[in-house]
């Protein structure tokens, strides 16, 4: 099992930028895959940006070129950088992850564990 904590989030300007971190305890995230969400209010939550054990990543068009994941392996902390924020990317920020996984996971049935979330809000 892992233990999600995440953290970076805040308040910023449009065009700025955040770097939201999740950080926890349990096994090695080197071996899950790891992907970060969103939620705004009254909406679905979406995916943001999904990392598999092999460091294949995926984003959503929404983010590209805009958005980064990474991952320390020996911090065990999931990184999203993310640069020139706009106002609709506000939103509570979510990581998850998932073992025994094959492939990238984009849909967040597909994840067994959630963090309790960052608020980023973008003005």
């Known amino acids: 099992d892992v233990q999600l904590v995440e953290s970076g989030g805040g308040s910023v300007q449009a065009g700025g930028s955040l770097r939201l971190s999740c950080g926890g305890s349990?096994?090695?995230?080197?071996?899950?895959?790891m992907g970060w969400f969103r939620q705004a209010p009254g909406k679905e939550r979406e995916g943001v940006a999904h990392?598999?054990?092999?460091?294949?990543?995926s984003y959503a068009d929404s983010v590209k070129g805009r958005f980064t994941i990474s991952q320390d392996n020996a911090k065990n902390t999931l990184y999203l950088q993310m640069s020139s924020l706009k106002p609709e990317d506000t939103a509570m920020y979510y990581c998850?992850?998932?073992?025994?996984?094959?492939?990238?996971?984009?849909?967040?049935?597909?994840?067994?564990?959630w963090g309790q979330g960052t608020q980023v809000t973008v003005s």
């Open positions: 998850a992850a998932v073992s025994l996984c094959f492939g990238v996971r984009t849909e967040d049935y597909e994840y067994d564990y």
């Open positions: 349990g096994s090695s995230y080197s071996t899950y895959c």
């Open positions: 990392l598999d054990t092999d460091g294949t990543v």
